[in-house]
Nanobody, 124 residues
Framework: VQLVESGGGSVQAGGSLRLSCAAS????????MAWFRQATGKEREGVAR???????DYADSVKGRFTVSKDNAKNTLYLQMNSLKAEDTAMYYC???????????????????WGQGTQVTVSS
């Protein structure tokens, strides 16, 4: 099983980026997947999650700005990030698992398959 993120980069505040997470050896359509991020010196935090039933959750800090989606035909998870802020600067990780998500919050304990990350840098 492999998750490969792409789409990160440097952008000015107010700009947009779209991250992709291509899965191989794993079918995304029936499983819980999420995006996390980790800024330098901080804990890894959940950003957005698509549960196995299709329900979607977002961290309060990104609601209204970020949109998570799946393309089952391409076996790819996306994160559309708009109105980016300097505080969105972090390494972004895609995460998945073969079991259902059980935590109410977006919790890294639900996920045991991780991508290598893609860096997002937002300058103010």
């Amino acid at each position: 099983v492999q998750l490969v993120e792409s789409g990160g980069g440097s952008v000015q505040a107010g700009g947009s980026l779209r991250l992709s997470c291509a899965a191989s050896g794993y079918t995304i359509s029936d499983n819980c997947m999420a995006w996390f991020r980790q800024a330098t010196g901080k804990e890894r935090e959940g950003v957005a999650r698509v549960e196995e039933d299709g329900s979607i959750d977002y961290a309060d800090s990104v609601k209204g700005r970020f949109t998570v989606s799946k393309d089952n035909a391409k076996n790819t998870l996306y994160l559309q990030m708009n109105s980016l802020k300097a505080e969105d600067t972090a390494m972004y990780y895609c995460a998945a698992d073969t079991t259902d998500c059980i935590f109410v919050q977006i919790d890294k304990a639900d996920f045991h398959i991780w991508g290598q990350g893609t860096q997002v840098t937002v300058s103010s």
